[in-house]
């Protein structure tokens, strides 16, 4: 299994982006994908995950009614929609692949290389 996310880049407060993470290799049966966050000097975050079903957790609270976790099984791709951008949500964005939704980013053994969002103030 493969992914690569995208749609990461400059955004003013207030702004919104969609990312996504394309999913490649063996898709089949169920797994989850969960995006996590990281700020310069700060740990890896949980944010969103969501299962084959569609049913989602959400870890964040700073994200909840401003973020949302989607995906599109046909298309494997699963997108994070971000709204109501905030300066504090800059970081690097991954999204991770694993059989459960679990908050510790060592549970997670495929990781995208990243999609760096930045919010201006």
């Known amino acids: 299994l493969q992914l690569v996310e995208s749609g990461g880049g400059l955004v003013e407060s207030g702004g919104s982006l969609r990312l996504s993470c394309a999913i490649s290799g063996r898709t089949s049966g169920d797994y989850v994908i969960t995006w996590f966050r990281q700020a310069p000097g700060k740990e890896r975050e949980s944010v969103l995950c969501?299962?084959?079903?569609?049913?989602?957790?959400n870890y964040a609270d700073s994200v909840k009614n401003r973020f949302t976790i989607s995906r599109d099984n046909a298309k494997n791709i699963v997108y994070l929609q971000m709204n109501n951008l905030k300066p504090k949500d800059t970081a690097v964005y991954y999204c991770?692949?694993?059989?459960?939704?679990?908050?510790?980013?060592?549970?997670?053994?495929?990781w995208g290389q990243g999609t760096q969002v930045t919010v201006s103030s």
């Open positions: 969501i299962r084959t079903n569609g049913r989602s957790t």
């Open positions: 991770a692949q694993n059989s459960y939704c679990g908050s510790w980013y060592g549970d997670y053994g495929v």
